[in-house]
């Protein structure tokens, strides 16, 4: 069964670097989401994204923040300039013209 | 903006109980509706959608909907031990495809052996 796949699964950085988490949405969808969890939070929008550009973005997700679909396959969230708040579980969703988001299984950034 | 919420939990029922989890939504005007499982350091799994009023049934899995009142339910028979999780409630913001999703807190589950 297809699914969502994100990379890494952890990655560990310092206050001020530059993140970049990675996903590949299932193959035939065409709308693309990411989310955030911060420990014990709820699960928060950041932004969405279809036909290469964002379509909706949360308050969060400010100017150190920015996605992009490099090719064919790759859906990635950039974060310029990590800060303490930023740790946080990030979950990429992908749907098809459907209602239901299939999620991928995270990527835990924790920015020391 | 809008609010989903899940106010009950933690729950805590035996094996082989029914657990019932309810959940709450702001917008009157919001139709389709989704739960999904969360295991403790996993991400989101979709297990039910629902988009009319009344009861779908998947497996052990029951989701009601009651549009009237602004509530949607999920209700797990035979509960085991690998139900346990957190159980998340979310509804898209608005009807196009393009909608996020707003996600209630959740309620945790245990289901005691």
């Known amino acids: 069964e297809p699914e969502v796949t994100q990379t890494p699964s952890h990655q560990v950085t310092q206050m001020g670097q530059e993140v970049i988490l990675r996903c590949v949405p299932i193959s035939n969808h065409l709308y693309f989401y990411w989310y955030r969890q911060i420990l014990g939070q709820k699960v928060e929008f950041l932004v969405s994204f279809y036909n290469n550009e964002i379509s909706e973005k949360s308050e969060i997700f400010d100017d150190q923040f920015s996605v992009e679909r490099p090719d064919g396959s790759n859906f990635t969230l950039k974060i310029r300039s990590t800060k303490l708040e930023d740790s946080a579980m990030y979950f990429c969703?992908?749907?098809?013209?459907?209602?239901?988001?299939?999620f991928g299984p995270g990527t835990r950034l924790t920015v020391t | 903006q809008k609010e989903v919420e899940q106010n009950s939990g933690p729950l805590s029922v035996p094996e082989g109980a029914i657990a019932s989890l309810n959940c709450t939504y702001s917008?009157?005007?919001?139709?389709?509706f989704f739960w999904y499982r969360q295991y403790s350091g996993k991400s989101p799994e979709l297990i039910m959608s629902i988009y009319s009023n009344g009861d779908k049934e998947d497996g052990r899995f029951t989701a009601q909907l009651n549009k009237a009142s602004q509530y949607v339910s999920l209700l797990i028979r035979d509960s085991q031990p690998s139900d346990s999780a957190t159980y998340l409630c979310?509804?898209?913001?608005?009807?196009?495809?393009?909608?996020?999703?707003?996600f209630g807190k959740g309620i945790t589950l245990s289901v005691r052996p």
């Open positions: 979310a509804v898209p913001d608005y009807t196009g495809a393009n909608s996020k999703l707003t």
């Open positions: 917008d009157r005007g919001s139709q389709s």
């Open positions: 969703a992908s749907k098809d013209s459907y209602y239901e988001q299939y």
